[in-house]
């Protein structure tokens, strides 16, 4: 089954060069009702691959919800407080007033920037990463930034005696049976993977294969932040251990039925984004006109996750829209039509 209308929007994006090539995975619980691939890993002639449905991407920043998902595994087993200061589980970090559910919901008052510390090293990096204060009260406004996720990764690895790789794989990967979604791919993969952005400034090549963001690449690439690479059928199977349970069956369920509603849950009403644990709650700059409740993530490489419990539909886009040198980011509005788009075909299915 297809979609039609989503087949002339990505067309489109891909005459634009929003991006060279995409996958989109749209289903209703079990039911797909769409899977495609578009276009081509780059825009050479030469050397694009054609975009497969298993074609791999560097799934950025999304990369933070797996982080999270792990989190909130050791919350249910009663091992990580969310209420509790980061400094109880890391006891080298300086500020006493962030908590856990600061990191989760990127309020903690950080304004550290880690792409400036990229070229200091890994343990340069970590220690500005320890030492930093909040520039605002914590709790007093949503501020977006990848320290909040490293910070919880160090939490994760600390907690579970595990590297962080490690941690993220026994907790969610192999649990869910991802088989295709791992930090720092082998290179006998790179065929199946999407290049990212040529690196003059700093790698001075194409980055392909390894992880796009600069401070994860200069922790070797494994953090709390990014770093992961995944395809839209792992991404699918993510999204759905992530939709509210329909009967009764919380023994055979990945996550408690409790803890979905607490993560998909405001906990930041009155502030200027809505935010879950981890999660990303109505953001119609790439949801578009989901309706409310509807949460889901982005990553910066051109990859996103929307969840609409509503309507137990999981929308997976997947795309290099960095290549060859990143730009505005004009696939959120690509993304929000094919919101758009699989709300109208749920409609008419509905209505006939």
Not at 30 to 59: C, F
Request: hydrophobic share 45%; net charge neutral; proline share 7%.
């Amino acid at each position: 089954m297809s979609i039609p209308a989503i087949d002339a929007l990505i067309a489109s994006a891909i005459e634009q060069r929003i991006f060279p090539g995409a996958v989109v995975l749209i289903a209703r619980d079990e039911v797909i009702l769409h899977y495609a691939a578009y276009g081509t890993t780059t825009y050479d002639i030469a050397g694009g691959v054609p975009v497969e449905p298993a074609t791999i991407y560097d799934i950025a920043s999304l990369t933070k919800m797996f982080t999270a998902t792990a989190a909130l595994r050791l919350y249910e087993a009663g091992q990580l407080d969310i209420e509790a200061p980061v400094c109880a589980y890391l006891p080298s970090f300086c500020a006493q007033t962030i908590t856990v559910r600061h990191l989760l919901t990127h309020t903690s008052g950080l304004d550290l920037r880690l792409s400036t510390l990229c070229r200091d090293g890994r343990d340069a990096l970590l220690t500005a990463v320890y030492r930093a204060l909040p520039a605002y009260p914590p709790g007093s406004r949503v501020a977006y930034m990848n320290i909040n996720a490293l910070l919880l990764g160090e939490i994760v690895a600390t907690i579970s005696g595990r590297s962080l790789d490690r941690a993220i794989d026994a907790f969610v990967c192999q649990p869910l049976g991802l088989h295709h979604t791992r930090f720092r791919p082998d290179p006998a993969l790179l065929g199946r993977i999407a290049p990212t952005e040529f690196d003059n400034e700093w790698r001075g090549c194409l980055v392909h294969g390894v992880v796009h963001d600069e401070s994860a690449y200069a922790l070797g690439g494994v953090a709390g932040h990014a770093g992961l690479f995944s395809t839209a059928g792992d991404l699918w199977t993510f999204g759905r251990a992530w939709l509210p349970p329909m009967h009764d069956c919380a023994s055979t369920l990945f996550l408690r039925p409790e803890t979905i509603a607490l993560a998909t849950t405001n906990h930041t009403p009155g502030l200027m984004q809505a935010c879950g644990l981890g999660w990303m709650i109505d953001r119609p700059n790439f949801m578009g006109p989901a309706p409310a409740g509807s949460y889901g993530h982005t990553g910066f490489t051109g990859p996103a996750l929307v969840i609409i419990p509503q309507h137990r539909v999981i929308i997976v886009v997947m795309s290099n829209r960095v290549y060859p040198r990143r730009s505005a980011p004009r696939h959120h509005a690509v993304t929000a039509a094919i919101v758009a788009a699989t709300l109208d075909s749920i409609g008419r299915r509905i209505a006939h």
